[in-house]
């Protein structure tokens, strides 16, 4: 138990789908991030939210789509995704986004698969 | 371009020693990060290396060269339950993280 929980585990979706992925972390962090993993890759960083605005965004397609209600809730919306999209999408907090920024707590990830 | 280099695979056998490396090429160096990811299982944060030497916690120690551009994760006392991938991860200039691929460690009796 990272303090950190991700929904669902697992999700099949096609290429016309809309769906949603949740993150909620119970450590009193004040950034949160989504990564991308894929099987033998580095992880890839999506976006970054510090103090619930959006400070980071490495050019990741519009088909995904981020929101940050508070600093305890992360969402990733994804839409019209495309096979390639299929991987473990991670969700991380740490204390702040800054110097100390490397020790991330990561969710369990959302296992994502487009047919 | 920024890299992180660490082998794909290692196998090594239960109650043995096994270093895991890191080489690192980044615009910037603000520390060397690394996680343990069982499969299925979120990454969990291991060390933290900003100046050069040996950090030591417990059965598993981390060292650093910048000079070199160089990392270890040193494992003694290899337990089964040490089977995972080890990912190593530099700060850069920046303050963003920078990923290698991950280090499959496969524990043998």
């Known amino acids: 138990e990272t303090g950190v929980t991700q929904t669902p585990r697992h999700l099949v979706m096609g290429m016309t789908n809309k769906k949603s992925l949740k993150c909620e972390q119970h450590?009193?962090?004040?950034?949160m991030y989504w990564y991308k993993q894929s099987a033998k890759k580095p992880l890839e960083l999506m976006f970054v939210?510090?103090?619930?605005?959006?400070?980071e965004n490495n050019s990741v397609p519009s088909r995904f789509s981020p929101e940050c209600p508070n600093s305890s809730h992360l969402f990733l919306h994804l839409h019209t995704l495309q096979p390639e999209d299929s991987a473990l999408y991670l969700c991380?907090?740490?204390?702040?986004?800054?110097?100390?920024?490397?020790?991330?707590?990561f969710g369990e990830g959302s296992r994502l698969t487009v047919l | 371009g920024q890299n992180i280099d660490q082998p794909t695979e290692m196998t090594a056998t239960e109650g043995a020693i096994v270093q895991i490396n890191c080489t690192y090429q980044?615009?910037?160096?603000?520390?060397l990060f690394w996680y343990q990811q069982h499969a299925g299982e979120a990454p969990t944060f291991l060390s933290y290396?900003?100046l050069d030497g040996l950090e030591e916690k417990g059965r598993f120690s981390s060292f650093l060269s910048r000079s070199k551009g160089y990392s270890y994760l040193l494992l003694k006392e290899l337990q089964m339950k040490d089977s995972a991938s080890y990912l190593c991860?530099?700060?850069?200039?920046?303050?963003?993280?920078?990923w290698g691929a991950g280090t499959k460690l496969i524990i043998k009796p």
């Open positions: 991380a907090s740490s204390q702040a986004h800054d110097r100390v920024s490397g020790e991330l707590f």
């Open positions: 450590l009193g962090h004040n950034a």
């Open positions: 939210y510090s103090l619930e605005e959006r400070v």
């Open positions: 980044t615009s910037g160096f603000n520390g």
């Open positions: 290396n900003v």
């Open positions: 991860a530099v700060l850069d200039s920046n303050y963003q993280l920078i």
